[in-house]
């Protein structure tokens, strides 16, 4: 059994997988999924040590050396270009995922989806994703253990229709704007309380980054509208 994040993150990946899945931890996402399906094959890779030998004692406990081979390495250092059709990266703040996959994006000419899971920064997964040549093609917002996490589904474009996101669809994610999930009137009214408290900060603050204020208040505007 494993979290509903991971459960739904491992439910956009298609039959017979071909996966990496980068900063796996335990190795609990590659497990499920090469257990559900025979014939899925994934690599994990773990930069850590710890989080590594989670995941190699994972393997051997589920007996999956056949199908989930565990890597020791940062980011996409660990596999070879061709190697795999997607890409999972979970569980990590979207500025860390954006760096994994820009630092390797040379190892992706084969990879025609990325699964992310950012834990913050979603607007970075977004803009990098958009500007690489994939395209946002499923997204959703679910609540566990009172978070609010974004899961982004992305496919390598074979036609030459780039995904226009604009700034707010970069911050909302575009298909999100568009269902509203319940979860995503709870995570942008938290944040929009977040952001009040910052503003007021900046309110009060002596020396003030105009730019900055603006900006604030404008995704703040947005944010309110979004959940109306
Ligand atoms: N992906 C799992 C999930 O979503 O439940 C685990 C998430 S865990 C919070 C983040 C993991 O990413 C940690 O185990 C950490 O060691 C690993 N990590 C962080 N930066 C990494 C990098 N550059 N390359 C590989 N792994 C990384």
Known sequence: ???????????????????????????????????KDPTAVAIAGEVNKGPYQRAVETVQAYSLQGQVEVRHGNGLEIIQANEVQQVVIAGMGGTLIRDILDRGKDKLPTTDQIIAQPNVDARAVRKWLGNHGFTITDEDIIEENGHCYEIINAKRLRISEKQNMDEKALLFG????????SAFYKKWEQEANKLERVLEQINQATKVDQKKQEQFMQEWKWMKEVIQ
């Open 1 to 35: 059994k494993i979290s509903k994040r991971l459960e739904q993150v491992a439910s956009f990946l298609p039959k017979g997988a071909i996966f990496a899945d980068i900063g796996s931890d335990h190795a609990y996402l590659p497990c499920y999924v090469c257990q």
């Open 174 to 181: 575009p298909l999100l704007l568009r269902k509203k999930p």
